[in-house]
């Protein structure tokens, strides 16, 4: 099949034409491999035992190899990193080396950073605007830019954001039937227990309690639950639970595996709030993974099933909907060179579901909403960020899941998942 290039790529591309080296990182099956091969002359595949033997013997080896060379796995053999550094110091012609990762190898396994001389490049699921389903309308660069044109129609309804949230960004699993879909994201989830993490250096004693942990921390999607209430609700009803040193060790390997991607709290620069929470908004790699640990399927959602975990109201598809949407966000954001975070005060009053900070600053604001109408009420949250922050506020947006981009009176754009593209 054809290549479908996709919202990285005119950044990778960007790259390699200045960059000798750049790593890009990312969650197993996000399509790291699939993007930078097409762009390399010779491929290193450091997932395979035999060449890892063959290059754990003789790391500079690999430089003998024809360039562009693509190191897939690259910490498998940790080493390699640092023969491709000392390669870029003594040639810094660009687009040399493209070395892919799937996890955060342990502290140490590297002599030196690489800062300056190996870019790193986040790499995440599809967005929705990448899933060939829909034609975007709104561009995000546009919005950050100060366009103020938003228009557009889309016949995507409710049940099919919920069957995307299903269908998972991953994009090697698009268009399996749903028991083989199922299949795939459960030993996706089985995998990462089983071998994943030991390969990070960490015993998996009871690898049924961490799955019931990812299951609470699934529940607590799109929430600020605390590590806390997610080790009680994991471990309700066991007489002997794990030490929270124990799940706090699981934790930091997820996220080296990249299967946890939470949203960081914003941090204004040069303005005063005294009273913002710190505490990220919990997502996993994909929604499909949290829908799969919860047990749910299309039909379930539509019907409401599930109870979320944190002190957010709603309910678990209003919370797998915005995770996908804070998915979609981050792919394309990322590509504007913008920042993405969260908002929320100390005692709740008033919460901002993305805070997108440009280069120079400024915000652009967007709530996410499972409705496909918007009131007053809605609007409040963005309305108050505009009054506290004032001229630094580029935009404010509404997603929700109706059929038309528009305006509001109050200047508010309200814009459909399924237009929302570069």
């Given at each position: 099949?054809?290549?479908?290039?996709?919202?990285?790529?005119?950044?990778?591309?960007?790259?390699?034409?200045?960059?000798p080296?750049?790593?890009?990182?990312?969650?197993?099956?996000?399509?790291?491999?699939?993007?930078?091969q097409?762009?390399?002359?010779?491929?290193?595949?450091?997932?395979?035992?035999?060449?890892?033997?063959?290059?754990?013997?003789?790391?500079?080896?690999?430089?003998?190899?024809?360039?562009p060379?693509?190191?897939?796995?690259?910490?498998?053999?940790?080493?390699?990193?640092?023969?491709?550094?000392?390669?870029v110091?003594?040639?810094?012609?660009?687009?040399?080396?493209?070395?892919?990762?799937?996890?955060?190898?342990?502290?140490?396994?590297?002599?030196?950073?690489g800062?300056?001389?190996?870019t790193?490049?986040?790499?995440?699921?599809?967005?929705?605007?990448?899933?060939?389903?829909?034609?975007?309308?709104?561009?995000?660069?546009?919005?950050?830019?100060?366009?103020?044109?938003?228009e557009?129609?889309?016949d995507?309804?409710?049940?099919?954001?919920?069957?995307?949230?299903?269908?998972?960004?991953?994009?090697?699993?698009?268009?399996?039937?749903?028991?083989?879909?199922r299949?795939?994201?459960?030993?996706?989830?089985?995998?990462?227990?089983?071998?994943?993490?030991?390969?990070?250096?960490?015993?998996?004693?009871?690898?049924?309690?961490?799955?019931?942990?990812?299951?609470?921390?699934?529940?607590?999607?799109?929430?600020?639950?605390?590590?806390?209430?997610?080790?009680?609700?994991?471990t309700?009803?066991?007489?002997?639970?794990p030490?929270?040193?124990?799940?706090?060790?699981?934790?930091?390997?997820?996220?080296?595996?990249?299967?946890?991607d939470?949203?960081?709290?914003w941090?204004?620069?040069?303005?005063?709030?005294?009273?913002?929470?710190?505490?990220?908004t919990?997502?996993?790699?994909?929604?499909?993974?949290?829908?799969?640990?919860?047990?749910?399927?299309?039909?379930s959602?539509?019907?409401?099933?599930?109870?979320?975990?944190?002190?957010?109201?709603?309910?678990?598809?209003?919370?797998?909907?915005?995770?996908?949407?804070?998915?979609s966000?981050?792919?394309?954001?990322?590509?504007a060179?913008?920042?993405?975070?969260?908002?929320?005060?100390?005692?709740?009053?008033?919460?901002?579901?993305?805070?997108?900070?440009?280069?120079?600053g400024?915000?652009?604001?967007?709530?996410?909403?499972?409705?496909?109408?918007?009131?007053?009420?809605?609007?409040?949250?963005?309305?108050?960020?505009?009054?506290?922050?004032?001229?630094?506020?580029i935009?404010?947006?509404?997603?929700?899941?109706?059929?038309?981009?528009?305006?509001?009176?109050?200047?508010?754009?309200?814009?459909?998942l399924?237009?929302?593209?570069?």
């Amino acid at each position: 099949m054809d290549y479908q290039r996709r919202a990285l790529d005119d950044e990778l591309d960007l790259m390699l034409s200045a960059l000798p080296a750049i790593a890009v990182d990312g969650a197993k099956a996000v399509g790291k491999t699939s993007t930078t091969q097409v762009r390399a002359a010779s491929v290193l595949r450091l997932d395979s035992r035999s060449v890892r033997e063959v290059v754990a013997a003789d790391p500079a080896s690999i430089l003998l190899r024809p360039r562009p060379l693509l190191i897939d796995e690259w910490q498998n053999v940790p080493d390699v990193w640092d023969v491709v550094r000392r390669a870029v110091d003594e040639d810094r012609t660009p687009g040399q080396f493209l070395l892919t990762g799937s996890a955060t190898p342990k502290e140490g396994a590297t002599a030196h950073s690489g800062a300056g001389r190996i870019t790193r490049l986040r790499m995440r699921p599809l967005a929705f605007s990448e899933r060939g389903n829909t034609t975007p309308s709104v561009s995000l660069e546009g919005l950050l830019a100060g366009n103020l044109q938003v228009e557009g129609h889309t016949d995507i309804r409710l049940p099919d954001y919920v069957e995307e949230i299903m269908a998972s960004g991953f994009p090697g699993l698009r268009g399996l039937p749903p028991r083989l879909l199922r299949g795939e994201l459960d030993s996706y989830l089985r995998n990462t227990v089983d071998r994943d993490i030991p390969e990070q250096g960490l015993s998996v004693r009871k690898p049924a309690a961490l799955l019931d942990w990812l299951r609470a921390y699934a529940a607590a999607t799109s929430g600020t639950a605390s590590y806390t209430e997610i080790l009680d609700a994991s471990t309700a009803g066991m007489s002997e639970k794990p030490a929270r040193a124990t799940t706090a060790a699981y934790r930091d390997a997820l996220r080296q595996l990249w299967l946890l991607d939470p949203l960081p709290a914003w941090a204004p620069i040069g303005k005063e709030f005294t009273r913002l929470s710190q505490t990220p908004t919990h997502h996993l790699a994909d929604p499909a993974l949290a829908a799969r640990l919860l047990g749910l399927t299309q039909r379930s959602l539509l019907d409401g099933a599930g109870t979320p975990l944190g002190p957010q109201q709603g309910t678990v598809l209003g919370r797998l909907f915005e995770s996908l949407a804070t998915l979609s966000v981050r792919v394309l954001a990322q590509r504007a060179e913008a920042d993405t975070a969260h908002l929320r005060t100390r005692n709740g009053d008033h919460e901002i579901d993305l805070i997108l900070t440009d280069p120079e600053g400024k915000v652009l604001a967007i709530e996410v909403k499972l409705s496909n109408t918007v009131t007053d009420n809605d609007a409040k949250h963005l309305a108050w960020l505009s009054n506290a922050y004032g001229d630094q506020i580029i935009d404010r947006v509404i997603i929700n899941t109706g059929p038309a981009a528009y305006r509001r009176p109050d200047g508010i754009a309200v814009v459909p998942l399924a237009l929302l593209g570069p």
